[in-house]
C-alpha cells in the first residue's frame, strides 16, 4: 500500500495532467491507474503505476509519455521515471463502473445510423438508473448455419476453416480469421454461421456480429455522447467478435486507430475475431500498416464464384426450404446463365417461384426465359476465350502466344491453368473448344487445368490473391479494347 503521502502526491499529478488534456482522454486513460508506490532518493524518483493491460501501457507510453513525465517532476521536484505495470484486477475494478452493454440495432433519426444508449446515466431522482441487459446476439440470423450454407470447390477452403474455429473458439491458432470475395458470394452467411454454431455449443459466450459502417457510426455517436469509454469497454469483454465489410474502415483514421486498440486488446487475451472483406487485406486501401499487418496474422480464406453444380445445389436447396417443385432442366438452366453471384441466383429463384405460387402450374425452360428476361439480360456472359487469355496473359506479364504454347515454364503453365478455368467458368464454350483455343489441347487437358486450380486455392494464399486479382482486372475488362492498368 503506498503511503498517505504518495497518494497525494499522485492525485496532485492527475489534476494537472487533467488540465492539459481533454476530459474524455483522461477519463478514458488516467481515471483507471492506480498507484503502486512512490520510491524517492535526492536525485531522482521512481512512480510504479497500475494500469489494466498491456494496451494501456502502449497507448499511455506512446501517447502520454511526455505529459507524466514532465508533471510527475513538476509535482515532485526532481527527475522521475515512470514504470507501468499490469494489474488484472485494475480491469475488473473499471469494468465494475462501466458494465458492458450490447449497441443495439441503430434507429434513424437526423443521422443515418445512431447506436441506442451506452450504460445509463443515473434517473434524474439520483438513483441508479434501471439494470441493463448484458449482451444480447441479436445481430445475428438464426437462418445463418452451416447446414443452409451449400459446400463447392469455391468455398471449401473458406467453409472449413470457419467451421474450425466455430467448433473450438479457443483452440484454433486462426486468429484473426479473414474471409474475402465478391459481393453476394455467402461471406455474411458464413461469418454469422460461426457465431451462431458457437453459441449454440456456449450460450454464455460473448458474441457480437457488426458491420464496419455500424461500427464507426457507433464510435461516432459515442464520441458525440462523450462515452468512447463505455464503447472501448463493451468491444473489449467481447469472446467472439465478427467484423462484416471491414474495408468500410478504409480511410477513417480515428475509427481505425480504436478498432486497432480493440483488436490489440482481443487478441493479446486470445480472443477470437473474425474479419470479411469484398477483397484480399492486401489489397484494402486506405487502411493503416500496422493495422493491415494484424489483419494478416490469422488466416485469410476466400470465396470464388460458385461453380455450374454447386449452383444448382444452392437453387435446389432453396427451392426445397420454400416448398416449390421445379424441373430440374429449369434450375440447370437457371445456374447456367447467373455465374457470379448468388443473390442474383436467389433472386430469379426467387420470382420463378413467384409465378409457380400465382399460376399454381409447372414452368418449363421457355418458360423460365420468359419470367427472367431482364434478369438474364443482365447476367449475360460477354467475354470471349480471347479476351480472357489477354487479361491473364497480361496479369501475369507475359505474351498471350505462351498460353497455347509447349512451354512448361511455370509462371506459363499457371496462367494457362487458370484461363482455362475462367474460360469454363465465365464463357458458354464446351471443354473442346476451349481446348482447341488453347493450342489444340482435348478437353481432358482443360479438365485437368481446372482441377489444378481448385486443389490450389485450397492450399496456396498466394495462389488465391493472384485469383482475386485475376478476376477483378476481368471485371474491368472491356472486350474489344486494352486491358485498363490499375
Known amino acids: 500500500m503506498p503511503s498517505a503521502t504518495a497518494e497525494k502526491t499522485w492525485e496532485t499529478c492527475l489534476t494537472q495532467i487533467s488540465n492539459q488534456i481533454s476530459k474524455q482522454s483522461f477519463r478514458t486513460w488516467f481515471a483507471p491507474i492506480r498507484l503502486i508506490n512512490l520510491e524517492e532518493n535526492q536525485e531522482t524518483a521512481r512512480l510504479r503505476l497500475a494500469v489494466p493491460n498491456a494496451f494501456h501501457t502502449e497507448w499511455l507510453e506512446s501517447h502520454y509519455a511526455t505529459v507524466v513525465r514532465k508533471t510527475a517532476a513538476e509535482v515532485i521536484g526532481r527527475q522521475t521515471n515512470v514504470a507501468y505495470e499490469v494489474a488484472p484486477d485494475v480491469a475488473a475494478e473499471e469494468n465494475q463502473d462501466e458494465p458492458a452493454v450490447l449497441p443495439l440495432e441503430p434507429v434513424r433519426q437526423n443521422r443515418e445510423y445512431l447506436p441506442r444508449a451506452w450504460p445509463a446515466a443515473p434517473a434524474p431522482s439520483g438513483r441508479p438508473a434501471p439494470p441493463i ?5 441479436t445481430s445475428l440470423k438464426p437462418e445463418y448455419t452451416f447446414d443452409s450454407f451449400i459446400e463447392g470447390h469455391s468455398n471449401r477452403f473458406a467453409r472449413g ?5 466455430a467448433e473450438d473458439p479457443k483452440g484454433t491458432g486462426y486468429n484473426p480469421f479473414t474471409i474475402y470475395g465478391d459481393t453476394g458470394l455467402g461471406k455474411t452467411h458464413l461469418v454469422q454461421a460461426i457465431g451462431n454454431y458457437a453459441l449454440q455449443k456456449n450460450r454464455n459466450l460473448r458474441v457480437h456480429y457488426v458491420s464496419g459502417e455500424q461500427f464507426t457510426s457507433q464510435f461516432i455517436h459515442s464520441i458525440q455522447e462523450n462515452r ?3 464503447f472501448s469497454n463493451f468491444y473489449r469483454q467481447i469472446d467472439l467478435l465478427i467484423v462484416d465489410d471491414v ?7 480515428k475509427t481505425q486507430e480504436e478498432f486497432f486498440h480493440i483488436f490489440n486488446e482481443l487478441h493479446q487475451r486470445g480472443k477470437k475475431i473474425i474479419l470479411c472483406a469484398d477483397r484480399p487485406p492486401s489489397a484494402i486501401t486506405g487502411i493503416q500498416e500496422r493495422l493491415l499487418s494484424r489483419f494478416q496474422w490469422g488466416l485469410s480464406a476466400d470465396i470464388q464464384p460458385p461453380e455450374l453444380e454447386t449452383r444448382i445445389a444452392i437453387l435446389q436447396h432453396k427451392a426445397v426450404k420454400m416448398g416449390v417443385s421445379l424441373r430440374t432442366e429449369v434450375l440447370e438452366f437457371v445456374a447456367e446463365r447467373i455465374r457470379a453471384n448468388i443473390r442474383q441466383l436467389e433472386g430469379a429463384l426467387n420470382k420463378l417461384c413467384a409465378y409457380v405460387a400465382h399460376h399454381r402450374q409447372d ?4 418458360t423460365a426465359k420468359g419470367i427472367l428476361r431482364d434478369l438474364m439480360e443482365d447476367c449475360r456472359v460477354r467475354l470471349e476465350i480471347e479476351d480472357i487469355q489477354r487479361c491473364v496473359a497480361q496479369f501475369y506479364g507475359i505474351e498471350p502466344d505462351l498460353l497455347s504454347a509447349k512451354t512448361r515454364k511455370r509462371e506459363a503453365v499457371t496462367a494457362r491453368h487458370l484461363a482455362m478455368y475462367f474460360c469454363k467458368e465465365l464463357t458458354s464454350h464446351s471443354l473442346k473448344s476451349i481446348g482447341n483455343r488453347f493450342g489444340g489441347r482435348d478437353h481432358s487437358t482443360v479438365i485437368h487445368a481446372c482441377r489444378a486450380v481448385r486443389d490450389r486455392m485450397e492450399l496456396e494464399d498466394a495462389f488465391r490473391d493472384d485469383m482475386a486479382g485475376a478476376r477483378e482486372r476481368l471485371e474491368r475488362y472491356t472486350p474489344g479494347r486494352a486491358v485498363r492498368q490499375g
Open 363 to 366: 414452368i418449363d425452360v421457355n
Open 247 to 253: 474495408q468500410f474502415l478504409g480511410g477513417k483514421e
Open 161 to 165: 476453416g470457419a467451421v474450425a474455429i
Open 228 to 230: 468512447v469509454h463505455c
Open 133 to 137: 441487459a448484458p449482451i444480447r446476439n
